[in-house]
């Protein structure tokens, strides 16, 4: 077909608009989150701590600065989250008093021995030794109050007795601390991994105790990894029982109802450091057929549980695409993870799901007193 002349002006006029749009649309700066009032955002994050709660202005520069150090915004979700982690775990205490911990720590102690097969009167020789302080290590451990207390002696005792290098090595056995109670190992491994950004005259262990430090590294835990859920819940259950547990869980829950088979709905997706197929493997293995893939296929996609990446393997796509059909409808991809609680500290028959739950609830108020002011 031939065009006529004022066709032809048309159709140029229409392309010269066409490419203005396009070049338009390449060139315009990408849109930018509003930039963040220091002033304004602590005076928010203390005005939603509790008022109960002592140097609420400090404990808001603090958590400001872990947000700005880990390029966390300081959203009312953010905050609140961090927050109610915080009143869980040590209702804003730095080092917070743990009931019966001289008890506890003797009891460590006391197992050890036992599976290194240390006569009882050995450990006791060991304790009566006289500390760096003047006193023995005895007297420490029966007036102790604070995990970073016991940190301490243990780590004195690891240094300056014989016996205690043969029990503890360089394991100290105070696994967690600070304000948002968070595993030191997990600080150690973010601290190797990303800059800290206060000077450090110690260890990442007595960083962990501080207020700054356990602030940091808490915060790293619950909030400085990306997630899909649809509720902050799950961080919480999350920071109880690992990154992407609560994924993890869901994507167990729908390999148990494909297979039949019941599983512990744990996160856990592999047997750490073995080759041996875990329950879930092997259930998901049943339905190799079903979703097309091989055992390596499989090992290899389960081998990301514990990234975000996950989501985005074969694996993950076609077991949920194939629940979602099998059951008729869009099977949840986050549960809270079915684990029970195993602390010294911990008495009680506590879960995971109990930990999230309380931790959630605080979430909601801190949210309301947000909204009420």
């Known amino acids: 077909m031939t065009l006529n002349p004022q066709q032809l002006r048309r159709l140029g006029t229409v392309a010269v608009f066409f490419c203005i749009s396009l070049i338009a649309s390449c060139t315009s700066p990408p849109v930018r989150e509003p930039a963040i009032d220091p002033d304004k955002a602590r005076a928010e994050i203390a005005r939603r701590i509790a008022p109960t709660v002592k140097n609420r202005e400090s404990w808001a520069i603090d958590i400001f600065a872990a947000f700005e150090a880990l390029s966390v915004r300081p959203t009312s979700e953010n905050i609140c989250a961090v927050i109610a982690v915080t009143e869980q775990e040590s209702t804003f205490q730095a080092s917070p008093p743990v009931p019966g911990l001289p008890a506890i720590a003797r009891r460590e102690i006391d197992a050890r021995a036992a599976r290194y097969k240390i006569p009882k009167f050995l ?26 207390e016991l940190s301490d002696i243990f780590a004195d005792f690891i240094g300056m007795v014989p016996l205690g290098e043969r029990l503890f090595g360089s394991f100290n056995p105070v696994r967690t601390g600070g304000p948002m109670q968070v595993s030191i190992t997990y600080a ?8 800290y950004p206060y000077p450090m005259s110690g260890s990442v262990r007595d960083e962990v105790f501080s207020r700054r430090g356990g602030m940091y590294f808490g915060i790293a835990h619950l909030l400085d990894y990306p997630v899909s859920y649809p509720g902050m819940v799950f ?9 992407y547990a609560s994924r993890n869980a869901a994507f167990q ?53 514990g990234e975000q990446s996950f ?13 979602d059909q099998r059951l008729k409808g869009s099977v949840p991809r986050a549960l809270v993870p079915s684990i029970r609680l195993e602390s010294p500290k911990i008495t009680r028959k506590l879960t995971t799901g109990w930990f999230a739950g309380r931790v959630d609830d605080r979430y909601q108020k801190c949210l309301a007193r947000g909204r009420a002011s």
């Open 123 to 148: 450990v006791d020789a060991a304790l009566s030794v006289e500390s760096p302080n003047g006193k023995s290590y005895r007297e420490r451990i029966e007036k102790v109050g604070t995990e970073a």
């Open 188 to 195: 150690e491994q973010h601290a190797r991994q990303k800059r």
């Open 235 to 243: 961080r919480f259950a999350d920071f109880n029982a690992g990154h």
């Open 253 to 305: 829950d729908a390999v148990s109802k494909l297979s039949k088979t019941k599983l512990a709905l744990d996160g856990d997706l592999l047997i750490g450091g073995s080759n041996e197929p875990s329950q879930t493997e092997r259930a998901v293995r049943s339905l190799a057929g079903e979703i097309d893939m091989d055992n390596r296929a499989i090992r290899r996609d389960l081998e990301l549980g």
């Open 311 to 323: 989501e985005d393997s074969e694996l993950f796509k076609r077991v949920f695409a194939l629940a």
